[in-house]
């Protein structure tokens, strides 16, 4: 397994306080794009590219949480902010906790947006079923399952643009690496250590979000000892698309008063 930290590829843009941002599976920084306008006028915000996502640079063989969490500190570093406010979309709402496990005095307030924790067996058979059906099947014979799971049936039908570049997005990333992601996000169980994450945590998801809902939410909403739990009406996985409008102002609420 590779240990080497990856400089991934990052953006800053706005003024105030610093607020690093987490893509998710098989995305980019610009998952972030329509929550911008709104953020750079609170904060301070750093996107950037996964290891072997968008612009930055490919890994050199299998990686795990730990060195997404080292390319993380390495961010933090090239901006040269002291702290800052994280928040992660599913595997990046992995991310974000395990950083402030590993950086506590980092970490302002955290945003654990759509992921999971204290999944049953069940839970983790269906993520690792999905798993299995691209290496076996191919990643592109999957995305129909893919596009289901993250997006509500009025807004495939009512934004086919947007559904058209997520999917340009997973076929353009290296099928390695999407896997590699996803099953770091299929085999991540936070449960047993959020009770260790002081810093305070904003816990979001969609009430339709099939892998990353409430139950699970409701669950590590429980386990972390400073957190408040949001719950967005009538969405699935990707809120930062379908709602990123109320994404951002509960983004704003929650880290400007801490």
């Known amino acids: 397994m590779t240990t080497a930290i990856v400089d991934c590829n990052y953006s ?3 003024s105030g306080p610093p607020l690093i941002l987490i893509h998710g ?3 980019g920084r610009d998952a972030w794009r329509f929550l911008l306008p709104k953020l750079s006028e609170h904060f301070t ?4 590219d996964l290891r072997g996502h968008g612009e930055s640079p490919m890994p050199h063989g299998e990686f795990g949480l730990s060195h997404l969490v080292a390319d993380l ?3 933090r570093e090239r901006c040269g902010f002291e702290q800052a406010h994280f928040a992660g979309h599913s595997l990046g709402g992995m991310i974000g906790p395990a950083y402030a496990q590993a950086f506590p005095d980092r970490v302002l307030s955290l945003g654990l947006l759509s992921t999971a924790a204290g999944r049953t067996d069940d839970d983790s058979a269906k993520v690792w079923g999905v798993v299995k059906a691209m290496e076996e099947r191919g990643i592109p014979e999957v995305l129909d399952t893919l596009v289901d799971r993250w997006f509500t049936d ?3 039908e009512d934004h086919p643009e947007i559904i058209d570049r ?6 353009a990333t290296d099928p390695d690496v999407f896997l590699n992601v ?3 996000y299929a085999g991540t169980e936070m449960i047993s250590w959020l009770g260790d994450i002081q810093a305070p945590s904003l816990v979001l998801t969609g009430e339709l979000d099939g892998g990353c809902n409430p139950r699970l939410n409701r669950l590590m909403d429980a386990a972390l000892p400073d957190s408040e739990l949001v719950i967005l009406s009538g969405i699935k996985h990707a809120i930062m698309l379908e709602a ?3 994404v951002a102002d509960h983004l704003i609420r929650f880290a400007s008063a801490r």
């Open 12 to 14: 800053i843009e706005g």
């Open 25 to 27: 599976i098989g995305a």
């Open 45 to 48: 915000v750093v996107t950037y």
């Open 73 to 75: 500190e390495r961010v």
């Open 154 to 156: 009025d807004f495939i």
């Open 166 to 171: 997520r999917l340009k997005q997973v076929i």
């Open 182 to 184: 996803f099953r770091i």
């Open 244 to 246: 990123p409008h109320d």
